[in-house]
C-alpha cells in the first residue's frame, strides 16, 4: 500500500462512523473525511496507482477526476492546518537588508553540519536523512556565489560537504536512507522509518535503507542530495561532484512514478539541475515526464493538489519549488512551457492569495523569490514576498533560514532569466 492509497488508508481507519448528513458538511482544514467519502474514494486512488506505473497520463487525470468527484468539499483540504502569522504586511522590503543576517545565521550553525559534526558518515549518528548535509550545502554553494569576498572560505566548507555526500552515494548511484531516526523516533520521518524497519526489517541494509518498499519515499533526500552536488560543482567545478550528480540523475530516470505527488517532484526537480548543467536531453525529457503525469495530474484548477496531504503548505511549497526548477531551464518555445507556467501560476496565486489574507505561512517565501525572476513580476506574488519577509522571524513566526539565498538572489538578479 503506498503514497495516497496509504494516506486515505489511515484516514479511513481513524475516521469516526458519521451520518451521510455529514458528508455535505463543508470541511476545515486538519479535519478528516468521512468514512463513506474514503471508501468511495479508494477505487480511483487504486485505478491511479496502476495508471502512475503505466505512465498513462490519460488514465491517471481519469482517475484523479473521478476521486475529486468521490471527495466533493474534501478534495484540497489539508490534513494539517497552516498556522498563519499576521498581520500581513505588504510593505516594501529592501531585500539588501537581509545579508548581513543571513552570514551571521551561517556562521552560527556551521559547527552542526553534518560532515563537521559525524565526519565518517555514521548511518547510526543521523537523525534526519541526508537532507540534514544537502539543505545546507546547497544554501551555502548559493551564498558563495553571491557573495565573492566570502567565496574562499565558504569554498572550502562547500567541498568538504560534497566530497561527504559523494563518499556515502551508493554504487548504483542512489542516495540511502540512515535508520538513525528509527532507533529514536524524533519526528514524524522517524515514526515513519521505524515502523517500516519493524514491519520488513530486511530492508535494512548495514544500517541503511537502499531502496524505498515501492512507495518512492526515497526520492525525498536523494533528490536534494542531487541538487546539492550540481549547486557545489557550478561553485567547485570539481568534475566529481557533477558526475555525482549525474548519477543520481541516472538514477531517477527510471523510477517509477508514485501516488504521492511530492515524491515525483524531488525527482523532477533533480533531472531539472542536471539537465541546467550538462544540457542532456534525456534528463529535461524525463523531467517534462514525470512533471506532466506525476505531478500536475494531481493538482486542482484553483492551484492546490487534490489529496489531503499535497494540500498542506509545506507540499504545496515543495511542488512549486521543483516545478520551479524545471521552468527556470525549460525553453521557452518547449511544449509543455504553456501548461508548465498555468500551473505554476494558478499554485502561487494560491499560495499568494492565503498569504495576503491570512499572513505568512513559514512557507511559500522563496516559491515567492524565484517566480518572480524566473516568470517575471506579478504584483500579488511581489506583495506576498514583502508580507513573508515582514512577518519572518518576529512574534513567534519562524525564520527566513536558507529561504534568504533565493530572496538574496533575487534582490542581485531581478530581471526574469527566460
Given amino acids: 500500500m503506498t503514497g495516497l492509497r496509504l494516506l486515505f488508508a489511515t484516514a479511513l481507519a481513524a475516521a469516526p462512523l458519521s451520518h451521510a448528513a455529514d458528508s455535505a458538511a463543508a470541511p476545515i482544514p486538519g479535519q478528516r473525511p468521512p468514512r463513506e467519502i474514503l471508501a468511495r474514494v479508494r477505487p480511483a486512488l487504486d485505478a491511479g496507482q496502476r495508471a502512475l506505473a503505466a ?31 499576521p498581520p500581513p504586511d ?21 559547527r552542526g553540519v553534518p560532515w ?66 528509527a532507533l529514536k523516533p524524533r519526528d ?96 529535461i525529457a524525463a523531467a517534462v515526464r514525470k512533471a506532466e503525469v506525476g505531478v500536475l495530474s494531481g493538482q486542482l484548477p484553483g492551484g492546490r493538489w487534490f489529496d489531503a496531504h499535497n494540500a498542506c503548505a509545506v507540499y ?14 525549460l525553453p521557452a518555445d518547449h511544449t509543455f512551457r504553456p501548461t508548465l507556467d498555468d500551473a505554476l501560476r494558478r499554485g502561487l496565486d494560491q499560495a499568494a492569495g492565503e498569504t495576503l489574507a491570512l499572513g505568512f505561512a513559514g512557507t511559500w517565501t522563496d516559491n515567492f523569490a524565484v517566480a518572480l525572476r524566473v516568470l517575471g513580476e506579478r504584483a500579488s506574488w511581489r506583495d506576498a514576498l514583502n508580507v513573508c519577509l515582514n512577518a519572518a522571524g518576529r512574534g513567534g513566526a519562524p525564520g527566513l533560514g536558507v529561504a534568504s ?8 538578479r531581478s530581471t526574469p532569466v527566460r
Avoid at 531539472?272 to 542532456?280: I, L, Q
Avoid at 504545496?316 to 531551464?329: G, K, N, Q, T
Avoid at 539565498?405 to 542581485?412: D, N, R, S, Y
Fill in 188 to 283: 514524524k520521518v522517524g515514526e515513519i522509518v521505524a515502523r517500516a524497519v519493524a514491519a520488513r526489517p530486511e530492508i535494512v541494509v548495514e544500517d541503511w535503507i537502499p531502496d524505498d518498499p515501492g512507495d518512492g519515499g526515497l526520492q525525498f533526500d536523494h533528490g536534494l542530495c542531487g541538487r546539492a552536488l550540481v549547486s557545489a560543482w557550478e561553485l567547485t567545478r570539481d568534475p566529481r561532484h557533477l558526475a555525482a550528480a549525474r548519477r543520481a540523475a541516472d538514477w531517477a530516470v527510471p523510477r517509477a512514478m508514485v501516488t504521492n505527488w511530492n515524491y515525483n517532484a524531488f525527482s523532477v526537480g533533480l533531472l531539472a539541475r542536471v539537465h541546467g548543467a550538462t544540457g542532456e536531453p534525456r534528463y
Fill in 90 to 110: 505588504r510593505a516594501p522590503v529592501d531585500l539588501a537588508l537581509l545579508r548581513e543576517p543571513w552570514l551571521a545565521e551561517i556562521a552560527r550553525n556551521l
Fill in 316 to 329: 504545496h511549497h515543495i511542488l512549486l519549488r521543483d516545478l520551479l526548477e524545471l521552468a527556470r531551464v
Fill in 55 to 85: 505512465g498513462d497520463a490519460a488514465a491517471v487525470r481519469a482517475a484523479v477526476a473521478e476521486a475529486v468527484a468521490a471527495l466533493g468539499p474534501w478534495a484540497g483540504n489539508p490534513e494539517t492546518a497552516t498556522r498563519h502569522h
Fill in 116 to 181: 563537521r559534526k559525524n565526519p565518517a558518515g555514521n548511518p547510526r549518528l543521523m537523525t534526519a536523512g541526508l537532507r540534514e548535509a544537502a539543505v545546507p550545502l546547497e544554501a551555502l554553494a548559493r551564498t558563495a556565489l553571491l557573495f565573492p569576498e566570502r567565496r574562499a572560505a565558504l569554498e572550502l566548507e562547500v567541498r568538504a560537504g560534497a566530497d561527504w555526500l559523494v563518499r556515502l552515494q551508493r554504487a548504483d548511484g542512489g542516495f540511502a536512507f540512515p535508520i538513525g531516526p
Fill in 405 to 412: 539565498v533565493p530572496v538574496l538572489e533575487l534582490a542581485t
